[in-house]
């Protein structure tokens, strides 16, 4: 049980374009999710808190108009990627965490985002 | 929320028991300190979690101090495979906003 889906697992778009990434809830239903980015040999930098029917709580340096997250249900989270650029190139992970067990995060298992 | 500290990178040999310390000298009462494995290119695992003296799993115990100002994480006999990432976090149960550190990156060898 308790597993995070997200797709697409890579993508590669060009300068300019907008890419959106989706995280899943697949057997479990998720108030909250989590959305971080990680660069190559970094850490996990936290973006975002997502909370179902409401608006995401962006970390201080995130553009939230940039990074748009939508959280319309208990299981799916979206972020897009808006006017990509490639800076933005990065590992997107993102994070769910259960209602009924609220002790834990999981992670989905990160997509692969290249700006070329 | 509470900063931890880890050893930034260890080495160990097939079979061998692996300790891992954190320190997280600013935990706070209701903080629980929870680890994750992160292989390349993946998405962490959660291993352990818990709050206060010993907690004990299929793949790992973690040992935590009157104090609570540290913690150990322990892996039995690790293989190979174990080389990851692991990280050690410490989060409020009602938050759980999680601060992720550098983390220490464990090599097994054969």
């Known amino acids: 049980g308790a597993v995070v889906s997200q797709h697409p697992s890579w993508v590669i778009c060009k300068s300019g374009t907008s890419v959106k990434i989706e995280c899943r809830s697949l057997?479990?239903?998720?108030?909250?999710m989590f959305w971080y980015r990680q660069f190559p040999k970094q850490s996990l930098m936290l973006m975002a808190t997502s909370n179902e029917g409401s608006k995401a709580t962006y970390e201080q340096g995130v553009e939230k108009d940039k990074f748009l997250i939508n959280h319309a249900s208990l299981t799916l989270s979206t972020l897009t990627v808006t006017s990509a650029h490639p800076e933005d190139s990065s590992f997107y992970i993102c994070?769910?965490?259960?209602?009924?067990?609220?002790?834990?995060?999981?992670f989905g298992p990160g997509t692969r985002l290249t700006v070329t | 929320l509470a900063k931890t500290t880890q050893p930034i990178s260890m080495d160990s040999y097939e079979g061998q028991e692996v300790n891992i310390t954190c320190s997280h000298n600013?935990?706070?009462?209701?903080?629980?300190i929870t680890w994750y494995q992160q292989f390349p290119s993946q998405g962490p695992r959660f291993i352990i979690q818990?709050?206060?003296?010993?907690v004990t799993n299929e793949v790992a115990s973690l040992f935590i101090p009157a104090d609570r100002k540290s913690s150990t994480l322990s892996l039995p006999r690790v293989s190979l495979s174990d080389t990851a990432v692991y990280y050690c976090?410490?989060?409020?149960?009602?938050?759980?906003?999680?601060?992720w550190g550098a983390g220490t990156k464990l090599i097994i060898k054969p």
């Open positions: 057997d479990f239903q998720a108030t909250t």
């Open positions: 976090l410490v989060g409020a149960v009602s938050n759980y906003q999680l601060i």
């Open positions: 994070s769910a965490r259960d209602i009924s067990f609220a002790y834990e995060q999981y």
């Open positions: 600013n935990i706070a009462t209701n903080d629980y």
């Open positions: 818990g709050y206060k003296t010993k």
